[in-house]
């Protein structure tokens, strides 16, 4: 049976400290890529289900899961899956 990769969208959480005067510093500093990682801090959240491969893109999977009652209603994307592709025989033997 041949091979998938899926990539799903995911929301994770992730911690930061940075020295700054307020929250708006804070922020501003953070943006700006000036705050430090607090290392064991990355908390998945949720499945983002707003992102997704786009409908027109790929109608004929959209309807195929729709029918299959995978996906309840077809909207704007396919929810949460930002591809897939079939792994070439090569890539599963190394």
Do not use: H, W
Request: with cysteine.
């Amino acid at each position: 049976m041949p091979q998938y990769e899926v990539e799903r969208y995911e929301l994770y959480i992730q911690r930061y400290r940075v020295e700054a005067a307020d929250e708006v510093e804070a922020i501003t500093r953070t943006y700006r890529g000036l705050a430090d990682l607090v290392e064991g801090s990355l908390e998945f959240v949720e499945i983002d289900n707003d992102r997704g491969i786009c409908v027109d893109e790929a109608i004929g999977l959209a309807n195929e899961l729709l029918k299959i009652g995978s996906i309840d209603y077809l909207d704007v994307v396919i929810p949460a899956i930002r591809s897939v592709r079939k792994v070439e025989e090569e890539e599963t033997n190394g």
